[in-house]
């Protein structure tokens, strides 16, 4: 078996985000397998082949990559951001888990990528400056009760909470019960961000508080950051800044 699996991230949609690794690795690929609008975001090679795919396709994606590279093929996979987080490489390593055994003896590299949270938390200052967790609210491969018992794990710790998938057409109501959940461990005035397609085009960033936070605010492209109770606000003449400090105290409950 002479083929190869990269799962690559491609950062959070700026191509200047996209590290040099990631861009040599695509370029080396034979083939590029991918969600459509992200496999959009990658510079066409010369005699590249190109495997589309829709949203939630992810294992069928996985073994399809895989089978490629049994095949002898270059393979890339790709994921937006980091594919380590809610993305591709757990996937592949599923598929090789639970699929044809000859693909544990594949050459698998997991490349890095920037992740929408740190993209987003640079946008805005230093949020994420104490410990964090990170909690998608997607329940379509978890039960809603699992994400509810985390967020009261995470909000009663006093965590920074970044949450990935807040919002969809299905589920529009689940980010203002987790809003709710956190707000009955922070003050109304704990800085809020709602970070909506960073670093692309279409880019918006609001500031605001668990107090005022409007839900309505988020989609799928949404980003949400929930400061702990010593995050602060700084307002500047160059606009605000976010940040939480290094050191930290014991908050009792």
Aim: proline share 6%; charged share 20%; aromatic share 6%.
């Amino acid at each position: 078996m002479t083929g190869c699996l990269a799962i690559v991230g491609l950062g959070p949609g700026a191509p200047e985000l996209m590290t040099p690794l990631a861009a040599e690795t695509l370029r080396a690929a034979t083939d590029v397998v991918g969600y459509a609008p992200y496999l959009a975001r990658v510079p066409e090679g010369m005699g590249q082949r190109r495997h589309a795919s829709d949203n939630r396709e992810e294992l069928a994606r996985a073994r399809q990559a895989l089978e490629l590279a049994a095949q002898g093929k270059s393979v890339a996979v790709v994921s937006s951001g980091d594919p380590g987080m809610f993305a591709m490489a757990s996937a592949v390593f599923e598929a090789i888990e639970t699929g044809n055994a000859a693909w544990k003896d594949i050459d698998i590299t997991v490349v890095p990528g920037v992740s929408a949270m740190l993209a987003a938390a640079a946008r805005i200052g230093a949020p994420l400056g104490h410990d964090f967790c990170v909690i998608s609210l997607s329940d379509n491969l978890k039960p809603w009760e699992l994400v509810l018992k985390r967020l009261e794990a995470a909000a009663a710790g006093d965590f920074i909470i970044v949450l990935y998938n807040p919002a969809s057409k299905a589920r529009p109501w689940q980010l203002g019960e987790a809003l709710g959940l956190i707000a009955r461990h922070r003050a109304g005035a704990t800085p809020v961000i709602f970070a909506r397609a960073v670093t692309q085009a279409d880019e918006s960033i609001e500031i605001t508080t668990i107090a005022e936070a409007d839900p309505a605010r988020a989609d799928m492209r949404t980003l949400v950051i929930v400061g702990s109770s010593a995050t602060r606000l700084i307002q500047g003449s160059r606009g605000p800044f976010v940040y939480t400090p290094r050191h930290a105290e014991l908050v009792e409950p």
